[in-house]
């Protein structure tokens, strides 16, 4: 395995991966703020190999999820329906 991509402890995904998620949602959130458009995906991973090669990404650089980025177009682009919070919060008890 290239230097760089460390395989995770049987159990300790979270050690590797915890934080991705909260970089990628604070990029989609800067993004959606800016009027650009961003979709998660993580499909591109069977094909690593290939897309490391396509985007230049070096061999030792592990990816974890691909957000393509773009202005989007027409009308749709609007808030997304939210439940109110009280039907989707519970404090001290379910």
Known sequence: MPRGRRRPAAGNQAGLWGSLLPAAWSFQLAARARGLGTAWTTLHLAYE???????????????????????????????????????VLHADAW
């Open 49 to 87: 190999k290939e897309i490391s090669e396509l985007l230049g990404i070096p061999a030792n650089v592990r990816q974890g999820v691909l957000l393509p980025t773009a202005f989007y177009t027409g009308e749709t682009f609007r808030p997304a329906p939210r439940e109110p919070l009280d039907a």
